[in-house]
């Protein structure tokens, strides 16, 4: 989302909400939205939820900025799921060394837009990204040959989006939680009939 997209959701709740407040937060390290290449913010619904526990703390407690950092850290203001989750945090060279791949592996990566840095981070995703195709290196199959795969990912993802889009937009307390739960309930059963499809075409190729 967009820093325009994250205000709407947030102003009906918190009407004092500016565009101003929320590069504050950003710039005191409460919340760490990612950049698109051309510079711009990118938030998600975590960023939003962290934001409105924020902005709750504020209203309803007075707790200086200080303290609900201390908070967040401990794991206020993230989805149950993830609070009892240790966060991988890789450097570049720590990647390349967990996943097993060389540096033009991953620049391959980053340039086909198959994973993306934050913060000059790698998450477990991205790490699952690279060993992955660091396997499927060995049958022939570079970075440039998986954009049908991660064009049928982004399907999928726009599906989960239409999906879970009317709960947030009712911007109820829980919404964001409800959400959660809702996309990540759908992206199991999405990867699952993914994996069915997969094997199906497979048995039709090898003439079974």
Same mark, same amino acid.
């Given at each position: ?11 009906? +709740? ?10 504050? &937060? @950003?710039?005191? $390290? %409460?919340? =760490? #939205? ?62 390349? +060394? ?10 391959? &990566? @980053?340039?086909? $837009? %198959?994973? =993306? #840095? ?62 959660? +739960? ?10 699952? &009939? ?15």
């Amino acid at each position: 989302m967009s820093i325009g997209e994250v205000l709407a959701l947030l102003q009906g +709740e918190f009407p004092d909400v500016t565009i101003s407040k929320i590069r504050f &937060l @950003e710039g005191e $390290g %409460l919340i =760490e #939205p990612e950049r698109s290449p051309s510079g711009y913010r990118k938030f998600t619904h975590l960023h939003v939820e962290q934001l409105r526990f924020i902005l709750t703390e504020q209203r309803d407690h007075y707790l200086p900025l200080r303290v609900i950092k201390d908070k967040m850290a401990e794991g206020f203001g993230r989805p149950r799921a993830l609070q009892d989750k240790q966060e991988i945090r890789l450097s570049r060279a720590e990647l390349l +060394e967990a996943a097993g791949i060389d540096e033009e592996t991953l620049a391959e &990566l @980053e340039d086909y $837009g %198959l994973l =993306e #840095p934050v913060a000059r981070r790698y998450d477990e995703e991205a790490l699952n990204v690279a060993r992955s195709v660091g396997a499927l290196a060995r049958f022939g199959l570079r970075a440039r040959h998986l954009r049908a795969v991660k064009a049928a990912a982004e399907r999928e993802c726009g599906l989960v989006e239409q999906t879970v889009a009317p709960i947030l937009k009712r911007r109820a307390p829980g919404a964001i939680g409800e959400a959660d +739960e809702v996309a990540r309930e759908l992206s199991t059963l999405l990867l699952d &009939l993914h994996a069915s499809l997969v094997r199906t075409g497979v048995r039709s190729v090898l003439g079974r």
